[in-house]
């Protein structure tokens, strides 16, 4: 998506190799399964790192972030609203295929995997588990309403959200 290509080229601009020392690689103690368990910073968690910093950065305005443990992320802000949305396999399938080009044959395979990446990049980097509810003010099926409804709920949502804190400002 276009907020991804944005992310990933602040992401490139803030980061380099030369930041980063590749040195000998450290051996694994008794007991420590990976790098992270050791307290190592792998390449990919310094990129998650820096994409933290932008995403508190965006925040600072009104914006729409999708993904990257986003709702992890800005937990503690008052401002967020955390929203996770899914939809019933037939509607991702008809989605994967109209939208997205993913041929008829593989778009199972394809769904899954995507899914899969998307769970463990979030339960990796939160410590939590991808798509539970009580990680989200609102988890909402758009198989159940459409994505235009989706859409209009999830606006008339934040607007709710907007008067009630300017009631409760007075």
Request: proline share 1%; hydrophobic share 40%.
């Amino acid at each position: 998506s276009g907020i991804d290509k944005e992310l990933f080229m602040a992401i490139n601009e803030k980061i380099s190799f030369a930041n980063f020392y590749f040195g000998d690689a450290p051996q694994l103690r008794k007991g420590a399964h990976s790098l992270r368990d050791l307290g190592a910073l792998s390449l990919v968690q310094r990129i998650q790192e820096v994409q933290e910093k932008l995403i508190r950065n965006l925040a600072n305005e009104s914006c729409v972030i999708v993904g990257r443990c986003s709702d992890y992320i800005l937990k503690d802000d008052p401002d967020v609203i955390s929203i996770f949305l899914r939809a019933n396999l037939v509607d991702k399938k008809k989605r994967a295929v109209n939208e997205y080009g993913e041929s008829i044959e593989n778009v199972n395979e394809r769904l899954m995997q995507v899914d899969m990446k998307r769970a463990n990049y979030y339960n990796y980097f939160t410590d939590r588990v991808w798509g539970k509810a009580n990680n989200y003010d609102l988890i909402l099926s758009t198989s159940t309403l459409g994505l235009e409804k989706s859409a209009d709920l999830l606006c008339a949502m934040i607007q709710l959200k907007n008067k009630r804190e300017d009631e409760d400002c007075q």
